[in-house]
Each structure stands twice: as structure tokens, then as C-alpha cells.
């Protein structure tokens, strides 16, 4: 059964209504090639319990199996990828629960399904560490988390093979600035870009060790 609504006090006080999977996925269709680029960002400023963006993750994962049908290192790698490329913002604690651990469920039954093996540890680490960092308990309008700070989005790009680099915007910063709707943020296809400047910046590391990195090294 398709829930739209938990609560009608929930849609009085927050105006919480969830898309349907069949809107979701028509809505999709029409960005589909960009659905299945590994590396193509989303952001989904009122996200939920995440309909768009576990439907983007299947699809990108689909990209992920064509691409590496049989190295699991390659798979893994290209998994991280396509969830580092997935963002989101909601008000309520438990729609932030829900959306993550329906991302991360979302990477162990593709995993599953084409290796028949359990997603490794390593991998389910640094899974959830970038869904703790890309899906952000906060008010998308205000641009401030639910504890009052502001909202940061990391960027994760992908260095020499095996290696992530990390850098943090503020989201505020990201909107505020008028190139951005002239110019396409964090673009690799060779375009002109609005590039901001990072609140923070942190060194390569290998794709596993992003939870370790995070930790090691505090913002600038």
C-alpha cells in the first residue's frame, strides 16, 4: 500500500504529503539519462523518507552492474560514487532516519542481487557516513539544521581511481550567489562553472576510509 500521509497533523503543521512511486518514476523519465550517470548530482530540498532519491540510487545503481557485472571492487566503488551524488534536506528526524536507511538497504540488495554476498562492512561504513553528511535534518527555506547551525553539503570527487576528495559548501552560499542560475554547480563535463568556495576541505583518501578521514581531520 502507497502511504501519501502519516498524519493529517503532520500535513496541518509541516504540509507533509509524499509522492507516489508512479509520479516519482514519471517524473524521473524525464531526466533519465541524467538518472543514470553514476556521478550526476541531486538534490531534493524537501526529501522525506526519500521516494526520489531511492528511485535515482536503483537507477544508478543499474549504471553500476552494467559497469562492473563481475569486479566487486569496481562495483563497491561505483556504488560510494552514486551515493555521494545523492542529497537531501528534511525537517523531521524520522523521515532523515527513514531516507537513509532506505538508501543504505537500497545498496545492500543490489549488492545482493548481483554478487550474492552480503554488502562488506567496509563498505556499509562508508555508506552511512556519507548519508550522514548528504541527508541533513534542517529547514531547506532558512537554510539552518535542526540544531540551529548552517546547512553544509559535501562534495565528493573522485581521484585517481580509488581516492575521494571531499570538500564542504554551505548551502547558503551554494543559493545566494547569482551565478548559480546561469552556471551548473560541480560540473565535469567540461562546461564553464560556478566553482564556490569550501567551508571546509579535506585530503584524498581511499573510498573506504572516508568515515576515518572525516573523523582525523576537523575543518579548517
Known sequence: ???????????IDYGEVFTPPGLVSDMLDLVAHECERIDSRFLEPACGNGNFLAEVLRRKLLTVDKKNPRNREKWER????????LYGIDLLADNIATCRDRLLAI???AYDACHNSTLP????RAVEFILAKNIVQGDALTFRTSDDLPIVLCEWSPLNGMLLKRRDFSYEHLLEDSR??????FSDLGENVFVPTPVGEFPPCHYLKVSDAGATHERP
Not at 1 to 11: D, N
Not at 121 to 124: K, R
Not at 180 to 185: E, I, R, T, W
Request: proline share 3%.
Open 78 to 85: 561505483d556504488a560510494i560514487l552514486a551515493v555521494c551524488s
Open 180 to 185: 548559480v542560475a546561469s552556471l551548473p554547480l
Open 1 to 11: 500500500m502507497v502511504v501519501a500521509v502519516k498524519s493529517r497533523q503532520r500535513v
Open 121 to 124: 562492512d567496509a563498505v556499509c
Open 107 to 109: 545498496v545492500a540488495d
